[in-house]
């Protein structure tokens, strides 16, 4: 018997979604041509696959870039690349994700700073097939996929809002779908349900997806925009530090239809500078294709649970 807030979802579901998705974004993916010089652009996990490219990318236009990285070595190689090859300044902080007090104060050192963000996008992220609980007693993904972007935009909302024009990006994914019946709030560290990695990976984007809500809300008016996006899929290390089947699995399967990234970066500068998503808000894109997400992501009752949860998971206020 399935209980009644499952019922609930299952009766939104409409197959054009789900149509759209499978169609994907690749083929009418957008480009914006125009330039980005001295503007400044935050990326979180610029350090391999899709936030690497998105870093390259707006660098080749002129962005100037902060990058929020857990490795200080790849961080220096980074922007080392970057200053030479586009002749940008490139700058690092270092927050492990998976510990909330390196989130809290690369937040805090923003916050304090005087730096003036165009772009923010939120990157970082993974993929994990193991439950793991983190030393703040999250389930993993959750906290790194969707805890960590909290964070970072709550903590700067203020400043971006009076700054009053960045635009925000969550790197989503339409995996936010396999949360077929919810983020299951009640238990967010699989105590009483089964752990998978589909379903935490989806509960992650799919709480993501409802922080956008708010965060749409609080922005409304001030000139700052939030949006999603499902990068494609694009070959990275996403998942490389699951198991062997799990790898065998993504090198011999997923890997194989994978696209390069620079498809998810190309859409990452269109969302993010070009003028045809000026004050476009609160959307969720499939590359640069406006679609509709999963009715879980759009309950606006769990949305408002959701906040007030993560403000005390994160040790914020
Ligand atoms: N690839 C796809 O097809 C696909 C599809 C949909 C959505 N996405 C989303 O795209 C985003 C980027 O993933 P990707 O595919 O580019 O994977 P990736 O190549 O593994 O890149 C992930 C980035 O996140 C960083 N990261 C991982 N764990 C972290 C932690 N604990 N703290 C801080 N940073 C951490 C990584 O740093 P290190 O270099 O140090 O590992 C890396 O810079 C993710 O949010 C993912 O869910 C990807």
């Not at 857990?70 to 998976?98: G, M, P, T």
């Not at 970072?152 to 990006?169: E, F, P, V, W």
């Not at 922080?211 to 700052?224: A, H, N, R, W």
């Not at 649970?305 to 206020?317: F, N, Q, T, Y």
Request: glycine share 8%.
């Amino acid at each position: 018997m399935i209980e009644l807030s499952k019922q609930k979802y299952i009766r939104q579901y409409r197959w054009s979604n789900v149509l759209a998705m499978m169609q994907g974004g690749a083929k009418e993916l957008k480009e914006c041509t125009d330039d980005f010089k001295g503007r400044l652009v935050v990326i979180t996990g610029a350090t391999s696959g899709i936030g690497y490219a998105a870093a390259r990318e707006y660098a080749s236009h002129g962005a100037n870039l902060l990058l929020i990285n857990r490795s200080e070595e790849k961080s220096i190689a980074l922007c080392d690349e970057i200053r030479q090859e586009f002749q940008v300044e490139c700058d690092y902080k270092i927050a492990d994700f998976s510990r909330l007090t390196e989130v809290r104060k690369v937040g805090k050192e923003i916050l304090y700073s005087d730096l003036d963000i165009d772009v923010l996008i939120h990157n970082a992220g993974i993929y994990s097939t193991k439950k793991i609980i983190t030393e703040d007693g999250n389930e993993l993904v959750f906290q790194i996929d969707y805890l960590g972007s909290f964070v970072l935009n709550y903590m700067l909302k203020d400043k971006l809002k009076a700054q009053g024009k960045a635009r925000i990006i969550f790197v989503n994914s339409e995996g936010h779908r396999f949360a077929v019946f919810g983020i299951g709030l009640h238990d967010p560290t699989y105590e009483k349900r089964r752990h998978s990695g589909l379903g935490s990976y989806g509960v992650a984007k799919a709480a993501q997806l409802l922080s956008m809500i708010k965060f749409v809300e609080y922005f409304e008016g001030s000139g700052v925009t939030i949006n999603a996006i499902h990068p494609g899929n694009v070959k990275t290390n996403s998942g490389s530090q699951n198991g062997r089947i799990y790898r065998w699995y993504k090198r011999n399967l997923i890997d194989r239809s994978a696209k390069d990234p620079q498809i998810s970066a190309t859409a990452l500068y269109y969302l993010g500078v070009s003028k045809e998503i000026e004050g476009v808000s609160g959307k969720f894109f499939n590359l640069t294709k406006e679609e509709e997400p999963a009715p879980p992501s759009l309950d606006r009752e769990v949305a408002e649970e959701l906040w007030h949860k993560s403000i005390e998971m994160a040790g914020l206020e």
